[in-house]
């Protein structure tokens, strides 16, 4: 069971950035899929999941209106695509499977299998 995070790198204020969440050993459609993100000395932040359904995909609020999560259920995979991207927004990246609920400014997260990280850095 392997999920692999890529399309980090490095991007100027307001550019735009795609990472990718490519799941093997298991199947996309029994699972929610969020992506989390930590900044240098920061806790872990949830940023944003995309049910087993599809169907409303949470953002926080630091993050609602610039990303954008979807999926590929015969690629199984998961996409993030992140526009107007500030130096707030540089973090490692993390993609999980498992379950999200709950709503309102904050959801609750339980989540089963883990990616690597990958590093995105937004330059002023």
């Known amino acids: 069971v392997q999920l692999q995070a890529s399309g980090g790198g490095w991007v100027q204020a307001g550019g735009s950035l795609r990472l990718s969440c490519v799941l093997s050993?298991?199947?996309?459609?029994?699972?929610?899929i969020a992506w989390f993100r930590q900044a240098p000395g920061k806790e872990r932040e949830g940023v944003s999941c995309?049910?087993?359904?599809?169907?409303?995909?949470y953002y926080a609020d630091s993050v609602k209106g610039r990303f954008t999560i979807s999926r590929d259920n015969a690629k199984n995979a998961v996409y993030l695509q992140m526009n107007s991207l500030n130096p707030e927004d540089t973090a490692v990246y993390y993609c999980?499977?498992?379950?999200?609920?709950?709503?309102?400014?904050?959801?609750?997260?339980?989540?089963?299998?883990w990616g690597k990280g990958t590093l995105v850095t937004v330059s002023s």
């Open positions: 995309s049910s087993s359904s599809g169907g409303n995909p």
């Open positions: 050993g298991f199947t996309l459609d029994y699972y929610a």
């Open positions: 999980a499977a498992g379950i999200c609920y709950g709503s309102g400014p904050t959801i609750n997260y339980v989540m089963d299998h």
